[in-house]
């Protein structure tokens, strides 16, 4: 493959990314995202890498981010493709456009989207934040990325990974296992945060708290405070399905199957079909209309 490295514009324990361009076998210039990893130190490490190649080239869903292909120079390097609105995590620091909460809700229905695809496929995400769900099609379009730490959970999954803040309870167990219902939990922190518009036990980082110890609280029942986020009064639906995702029990956490079905209910109801040709000026009622308030009673969603 024809790859031109332009910058650099990340790094993590994995390597670093870089924006480049890629000349395709029709001498189209394509942007992408280059993700060259660091070299492991043994075959098992290759060999592992390999076979996350092989699961990310069966992956192909609108809410996923599209993998153009792999090459070796000194290490391997992953293509993706290159979001020019950056993260939703660089979003909710920078504020750089206006984003109604109706419009936030979609982005939430699209991650439960690709979650759900990625469940169908029988695999876990196992690091679901704001910094790793990234914004195209000037904002409107959520795509999640980074499957650095996809793995399949039919497999054994007990290696620790993640982000503190965002891991299940059940995670830091002596037996933690990894399943779709950690990534479940992820997500309702995530949910939480992008309409609280701060980062999940920000007030504990500040105090110097070691972050193990944040886990810790997090595993005896530690949650963000649902009352932060910016929605409207009669938003009491919105805050049960986060409340049912962060559950300390795993098997009371909904499946995102009903998640998406939840959160496609209320957007039916509130957006119109052109919405993105309208700014939106005021707080928009996300309250379900009595049809739907019949069948289940906040508090108690029958997910």
Partial sequence: MEITLIKRIGSGSYGVVYEGIW?????????????????????DSETNILREIRNLQELK???????????????????????????LY???????VRVSNIEKLHWMLQCANGMEYLHSKKTVHRDLKTQNLLLFNNYRTLKICDFGTVKQYATENT????TIGYMAPEVCTADGKYT?????????????????EKKPFDELKKKNMHPLAIQYKISNGARP?????????????????????????????????????????DLRLYIPLNFEDIEITECVSLRMVDMVSAVMKIGELDF
């Fill in 90 to 96: 660089d979003y909710l620091q920078k504020k750089i």
């Fill in 23 to 43: 000349i395709t076998n029709t001498r189209k210039c394509v942007k992408v995202a280059v993700k060259c990893l660091e070299k492991g130190n043994n075959k």
């Fill in 159 to 162: 290696e620790l990974i993640g």
């Fill in 180 to 196: 779709e219902k950690c990534d479940v939990f992820s997500y309702g922190i995530t949910f939480w945060e992008v309409f609280a």
């Fill in 225 to 265: 405070d649902i009352n932060d986020m910016h929605i409207c009064k009669d938003s009491d639906l919105i805050k049960a399905i986060i409340e049912k995702c962060w559950d300390q029990d795993p098997d009371n956490r909904p499946t995102m199957k009903r998640i998406v079905a939840f959160l496609g209910i």
């Fill in 61 to 87: 869903h609108e809410n996923i981010v599209t993998f153009h292909g792999a090459y070796r120079q000194k290490n391997i390097c992953l293509i993706f493709e290159y979001s020019d609105c950056g993260s």
